[in-house]
């Protein structure tokens, strides 16, 4: 603990139904001080996942669409324009889980490429 907030959170979630991932996750950062806690509007939100192979999702060989639309969806809500996901070297065709969400290949961030070998990127669009 730093300032009397807990530094990681882990949260049950039952399913990968969207609304119960978005709950859990809101679940999850509450303790923390909410996602605003750590990245401020004018700042891109970077999530880590994990891209280990091209697989169906529920196989949980990589971080599952629904936390990454429940991130992007909190992250919309906030006033966000920029969410952007790395991970290691990207293996063959596990990136295109993750376009069909939206998200396009840019180039690597630095010095995040030299933990990081690839980022996709998501421009949102603020909500009316």
Do not use: W
């Amino acid at each position: 603990m730093t300032d009397g907030r807990p530094v990681v959170a882990i949260e049950r979630c039952g399913s990968y139904e969207q609304a119960e991932v978005e709950a859990a996750l809101e679940r999850a950062l509450a303790p923390l001080g909410g996602m605003g806690a750590f990245v401020s509007q004018d700042q891109t939100v970077f999530v880590k996942v994990n891209l280990l192979m091209k697989a169906e999702p529920d196989r949980a060989v990589t971080t599952h669409p629904a936390l990454v639309r429940a991130v992007v969806e909190e992250a919309v809500l906030l006033g966000y324009r920029r969410v952007v996901l790395v991970t290691s070297t990207e293996f063959e065709g596990a990136t295109a889980l993750y376009e069909s969400e939206g998200f396009v290949e840019i180039e690597q961030y630095r010095p995040m490429a030299a933990r990081f070998g690839v980022a996709l990127a998501r421009e949102l669009q603020p909500r009316a």
